[in-house]
């Protein structure tokens, strides 16, 4: 009987995948929240950004008492201090940004078309180090690219998530994106979507599985008692750890692509970055 359920359950997911290949990108944002919207129609829309938190009443309340005084402040502290350090030649982060880096972050990632691939928000970073005489920073290293993002994307507080999707380049970077997250993979043979699908606001481990739209609007976050510090692709490794799968580059095209696909679905929804998760 276990067996049964078990493969009507693959292929109720195979279908959804390829459902979910059939459509636009915004008819897949729509769909996202919809299904959520139906599932638990008493959760506001711009509360998806807190993820499983909108499921507990008593956990969103810590969570506001701890984000009244941070913690893990010290360690933005640090990012701010990268932001602000000149390069070498006397300019700043700032000067590589519409608005001093201020309300710009929703708006990554983008398609770059004379590059022909996705520009991340840590990919723009480097980008403004290299063209500045700096090296790049790993994207995997958060004692500088993590932190630096920690500061940087909370310039973009409060601003609506805004990916655009447009070209065929972009499309097809879209569909790569959405591609890995209806892939299973792994030992346990889990996508993205196992769980972020159909079982949303569900439990798992003692945790309550988080809805899809809003995902991308908080990172980086600081996660766990430790606060350990996780940007979004951080996060995507350690998903694929998690499933005994071995995981991709952070800073790769696959999971620049996963990212993309990722934050459009969140679009219209309030950034709010350097928060606590568990």
């Given at each position: 009987?276990?067996?049964?359920?078990?493969?009507?359950?693959?292929?109720?997911?195979?279908?959804?995948?390829?459902d979910?290949?059939?459509?636009s990108?915004?008819?897949?944002?729509?769909?996202?929240?919809?299904?959520?919207?139906?599932?638990?129609?008493?959760?506001?829309?711009?509360?998806?950004?807190y993820?499983?938190?909108?499921?507990?009443?008593?956990?969103?309340?810590?969570?506001?008492?701890?984000?009244?005084?941070?913690?893990?402040?010290?360690?933005?502290?640090?990012?701010?201090?990268?932001?602000?350090?000149?390069?070498?030649?006397?300019?700043?982060?700032?000067?590589?940004?519409?608005?001093?880096?201020?309300?710009?972050?929703g708006?990554?990632?983008?398609?770059?078309?004379?590059?022909?691939?996705?520009?991340?928000?840590?990919?723009?970073?480097?980008?403004?180090?290299?063209?500045?005489?700096?090296?790049?920073?790993?994207?995997?290293?958060?004692?500088?690219m993590?932190l630096?993002?920690?500061?940087?994307?909370t310039?973009?507080?409060?601003?609506?998530?805004?990916?655009?999707?447009?070209?065929?380049?972009?499309l097809?970077?879209?569909?790569?994106?959405?591609r890995?997250?209806?892939?299973?993979?792994?030992?346990?043979?889990?996508?993205?979507?196992?769980?972020?699908g159909?079982?949303?606001?569900?439990?798992?481990?003692?945790?309550?599985?988080?809805?899809?739209?809003g995902?991308a609007?908080?990172?980086?976050?600081?996660?766990?008692?430790?606060?350990?510090?996780?940007?979004?692709?951080r996060?995507?490794?350690?998903?694929?750890?998690?499933?005994?799968?071995?995981?991709?580059?952070i800073?790769?095209?696959?999971?620049?692509?996963?990212?993309?696909?990722?934050s459009?679905?969140?679009?219209?929804?309030?950034?709010?970055?350097?928060?606590?998760?568990?």
């Amino acid at each position: 009987m276990k067996r049964a359920t078990w493969i009507l359950s693959c292929l109720g997911m195979l279908a959804f995948s390829a459902d979910a290949m059939s459509v636009s990108p915004e008819q897949e944002r729509l769909k996202s929240v919809q299904a959520v919207q139906r599932k638990y129609p008493d959760i506001k829309f711009e509360d998806y950004v807190y993820g499983a938190l909108a499921f507990s009443a008593d956990a969103k309340a810590q969570y506001d008492n701890m984000m009244a005084f941070p913690p893990f402040e010290s360690e933005i502290d640090k990012g701010r201090a990268l932001w602000e350090t000149p390069f070498r030649n006397g300019r700043h982060y700032a000067d590589c940004f519409p608005g001093g880096g201020k309300n710009g972050a929703g708006n990554y990632p983008y398609y770059d078309e004379t590059m022909k691939k996705v520009v991340t928000f840590e990919m723009a970073l480097n980008q403004c180090r290299t063209k500045n005489g700096e090296a790049a920073y790993k994207s995997s290293d958060m004692n500088t690219m993590g932190l630096l993002t920690a500061y940087a994307r909370t310039l973009s507080d409060g601003m609506l998530m805004n990916v655009k999707v447009k070209g065929d380049g972009a499309l097809a970077a879209f569909e790569s994106g959405r591609r890995f997250f209806y892939q299973r993979r792994g030992q346990l043979t889990f996508s993205c979507a196992s769980c972020h699908g159909g079982h949303v606001g569900e439990i798992l481990r003692t945790e309550y599985l988080s809805m899809l739209p809003g995902q991308a609007t908080h990172w980086p976050a600081f996660r766990g008692g430790d606060y350990a510090l996780f940007t979004l692709q951080r996060r995507y490794s350690a998903c694929n750890q998690l499933v005994r799968a071995v995981p991709m580059e952070i800073g790769g095209e696959e999971y620049n692509n996963l990212e993309y696909f990722h934050s459009y679905l969140s679009n219209g929804l309030p950034l709010k970055a350097s928060v606590f998760r568990k």
